[in-house]
């Protein structure tokens, strides 16, 4: 989310168009990745009343505690994990938690975060240069800054900033180091670019940058959808609200190959990759705010929606209905599995 605004505490967006995108159903089953203070967490909840259940997981043990404090009204229904969504499928399993209903990806910083005075995820407050979303992670902003090389530095910077001066930036940051906190960093970067461009600190794609590589947040994002269609169940929906080109056109480009029977390269004379649609997308468009919601939300203005439902080929669907009706362990799907079932045996096993 952008740096500029200034907002006291974080407000979900796009709460309405969430709990549609995931259809949200009373019983259901549903894991937010990214739970943060709870917001769209306490939205599901609401939603899914009564016996819903919800998984909510955030690398960050701050967004963890909030989230505990404001969902504890839904007492045994709601569990928190404090975990890197890179690790969906491993958390799903020591949960018991799967398959499920939906899943939704909120990426990004929550404004709690970026508006703490120590994080260092912002150069409005002089705070070490740290940026991790959990203090359990190795890599901090600083040991990027004062440790890679000028090439590394500038690759960084163009690939995750998308910033036209990276050769510049980097070869001063070389020149000033070591760089330790984040109005150092930032009022070095305003002398060479100029204190303002535009509407934007000259600063800010430097360190979104910088939060994006030591958060990895985009290789974990391309890891965990992965991991994610495998635990959706029957026609679950996959829901991802992103807010940087970057982040988006992984989901885009994720969403449109599991969308398609055959991903051979359209030179291929015949089809040899043997791989089937698991997704099918529910926004052709993406989804973004209303001009209202921009207005008493500013920090909303990026966010991007894209929605997609699970498909099960025929095959499969019958694997289903027989491992369920197999299963001895009714409460490894407890509440979902009369209704999967008859949905199921309607739709195919009906005469
Ligand atoms: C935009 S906020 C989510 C706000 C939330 N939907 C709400 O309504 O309050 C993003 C959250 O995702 C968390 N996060 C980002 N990347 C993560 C990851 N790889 N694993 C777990 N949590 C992550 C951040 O710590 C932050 O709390």
Same mark, same amino acid.
């Given at each position: ?209 910088? *939060?994006? #590589?030591?958060?990895?947040?985009? !290789?974990?994002? $391309?890891?965990?959808? %992965? &991991?994610?269609?495998?635990?959706? +169940? ?66 909303? *203005?990026? #966010?991007?929606?894209?929605?997609? !439902?699970?498909? $099960?080929?025929?095959? %499969? &669907?019958?694997?289903?209905?027989? +491992? ?28």
């Amino acid at each position: 989310m952008g740096e500029t605004m200034l907002a006291p505490t974080h407000i979900p967006v796009m709460v309405k168009e969430t709990i549609e995108a995931l259809n949200v159903q009373p019983g259901g089953r549903y894991i937010d990745c990214t739970v943060d203070g709870g917001g769209h967490a306490a939205a599901i909840l609401s939603h899914s009343a009564p016996g819903g259940q919800l998984l909510g997981i955030d690398a960050d043990p701050e967004a963890i505690k909030i989230a505990s404090n404001r969902l504890a009204a839904y007492g045994s229904s709601v569990r928190l994990a404090n975990e890197n969504f890179v690790n969906l499928s491993a958390i799903c399993y020591r949960y018991d938690f799967s398959p499920v209903h939906g899943i939704l990806f909120d990426l990004g910083l929550s404004s709690l975060q970026l508006d703490s005075d120590g994080r260092g995820f912002s150069f409005q407050h002089d705070a070490p240069l740290d940026m991790r979303f959990s203090p359990g992670q190795k890599i901090t902003a600083a040991d990027i800054v004062n440790t890679y090389s000028e090439t590394d530095l500038e690759r960084l910077i163009r690939t995750y900033g998308e910033e036209s001066f990276s050769r510049q930036i980097a070869h001063r940051i070389v020149e000033a180091r070591p760089i330790t906190t984040t109005l150092q960093l930032a009022q070095v970067i305003a002398q060479l670019v100029g204190q303002r461009r535009g509407k934007i600190h000259p600063a800010t794609r430097t360190f979104h940058a910088l *939060r994006i #590589a030591v958060n990895q947040e985009l !290789e974990n994002l $391309a890891s965990a959808l %992965e &991991q994610a269609i495998k635990l959706l +169940g029957w026609q679950g929906r996959l829901v991802v609200i992103s807010y940087h080109s970057l982040e988006d056109r992984i989901v885009k480009q994720f969403m449109r190959r599991e969308a398609k029977d055959c991903i051979c390269p359209p030179s291929a004379p015949a089809c040899v990759c043997q791989h089937n649609a698991s997704l099918r997308i529910l926004n052709k468009k993406v989804i973004t705010p209303s001009p209202v919601e921009v207005q008493v939300n500013p920090r909303s *203005r990026s #966010a991007r929606l894209r929605a997609a !439902e699970l498909v $099960a080929t025929r095959d %499969e &669907q019958y694997q289903i209905i027989e +491992g369920l009706s197999t299963k001895k362990e009714e409460k490894s799907y407890g509440w979902r599995r009369p209704t999967l079932l008859k949905k199921l045996r309607q739709a195919f096993l009906a005469p």
